[in-house]
């Protein structure tokens, strides 16, 4: 993967950090089924951009 593909995933997993803490402050100010269904949507957003963030980085050959 070239570098600029990583600093993309890089910004990606902050935005996604930044989605996610937006969403968990809402939910608590104003808890409804919605803000929890986006706080948890946020979140597996955060994970999957995590995820492919290592899996960028990692070598061939490592356990990721």
């Known amino acids: ?3 600029h593909s990583t600093a993309e995933l890089r910004l990606l997993v902050q935005r996604s950090r930044d989605a996610r803490y937006w969403a968990d ?3 608590q100010q104003e808890p ?4 929890l269904q986006r706080f948890r949507a946020a979140e597996r957003s ?3 951009a995590e995820r492919a963030l290592a ?10």
């Open 55 to 64: 899996l960028s980085e990692a070598a061939p050959g490592d356990p990721v």
């Open 25 to 27: 402050v809402q939910a």
């Open 32 to 35: 409804s089924p919605e803000a």
């Open 46 to 48: 955060l994970l999957e």
């Open 1 to 3: 993967m070239s570098e």
